[in-house]
């Protein structure tokens, strides 16, 4: 018994595959080794197919209705990024016509304030004129008083010089009728 107590109690220092002893005694490993091809098949397969319907029904849905959402929601900014840029447009356009028709108007208040007064200033020279035209005319009228005023007074101081003169050169006294005659025809000549 007592062989056969020491080789119940053997133990077992080595590891491997049954049967997978090749190449100098050196086990394969085990996903290279072909008599492990069939079952490593069946469960590559199986795992594909487990992994493909997992996908198809959960994963791919999901990431399928994220892209939808992100689509829509892009589609809804573009929308509201082209409503935006019309109203900003019209915006623009309305500023711009605003800002037209208030030149224009401004251009009118311009054009009416110059015409205005221009009328003002032509009817005040025009007043002035008349004023200096009536002013001229009376001191034309004056002047002419005062001229032909110191004309009868020139006849007499003449009269009276040329009788002072003759008086002092001849010594005697003229008549006043030949005197007046002779002043006349010096003032005719």
Known sequence: MASEAT???TVH???GVPGGEAHGGQPNFPPFDSSTFPSQLLWLAIMFGLFYYLMSKVAL??????LEDREDRIAGDLAEADRLKRETDEAIAAYEQALAEARNKAHTIARTNREKLEAEVEAKRTAAEDKLNQKLAEADARISEIKEAALKE???IAAET???IVASLIGAKVSKAELDKAVA???AK
């Open 61 to 66: 849905p999901r990431i399928a209705g994220i």
């Open 13 to 15: 220092t080595e590891t």
């Open 185 to 187: 025809a010096g003032m």
């Open 7 to 9: 080789t119940e109690t």
């Open 154 to 156: 020139v006849d007499g």
């Open 162 to 164: 040329a009788e002072e």
